[in-house]
């Protein structure tokens, strides 16, 4: 499997409960926190419901 950096990049303030447990799932606490996860059909998932928030550059 291929694996993604993802960054989050904007506020989480305002989002949904929803959009905020997908960032925690993918493992993103903070601001600016950048996390490495392969790229799975769950994970690119989870990345579209918060493709908004976040920055995401393959490896």
Request: net charge positive.
């Amino acid at each position: 499997m291929a694996k993604v950096k993802i960054t989050q990049v904007k506020s989480k303030n305002g989002a949904t409960k929803r959009q905020i447990a997908n960032l925690v799932s993918l493992g993103i606490h903070r601001l600016h926190q950048t996390v490495e996860v392969e790229l799975t059909p769950v994970t690119k998932g989870m990345i579209e419901k918060v493709q908004h928030l976040v920055v995401v550059e393959e490896i």
